[in-house]
């Protein structure tokens, strides 16, 4: 099992750049498939940006060019650096851990992100 928080979040303006951090604890960090997500209010919780099980990332459209995910497996942390926030991007921002293995689903909290025009 993993515990996920995330920190980082804040209010910028647009045009910012915001890092978001998401500290996991627990054992065998390197065997969770790690992404961020996000929820605008009245909306419906969608991926950011991930890595997938070939260590590949993936973003979502909205966000290519202007975000970008890494991981340190020694810190046991992954990141999210958003660049040319936008107010479209205000949102609570949650990690997610996928277990390689059984596909469990570990989710942190949440971190608010509001980006003012």
């Known amino acids: 099992q993993v515990q996920l928080v995330e920190s980082g979040g804040g209010l910028v303006q647009s045009g910012g750049s915001l890092r978001l951090s998401c500290a996991a604890s627990g054992s065998m960090f390197r065997i969770y498939r790690m992404g961020w997500y996000r929820q605008a209010p009245g909306g419906q919780r969608e991926l950011v940006a991930g890595?997938?099980?070939?260590?590949?990332?993936n973003y979502a459209d909205s966000v290519k060019g202007r975000f970008t995910i890494g991981r340190d497996n020694a810190k046991n942390t992954v990141y999210l650096q958003m660049n040319s926030l936008k107010p479209e991007d205000t949102a609570v921002y949650y990690c997610?851990?996928?277990?390689?293995?059984?596909?469990?689903?570990?989710w942190g909290k949440g971190t608010l992100v509001t980006v003012s025009s």
């Open positions: 997610k851990a996928t277990h390689e293995l059984d596909g469990m689903d570990y």
């Open positions: 890595f997938t099980s070939g260590g590949t990332t």
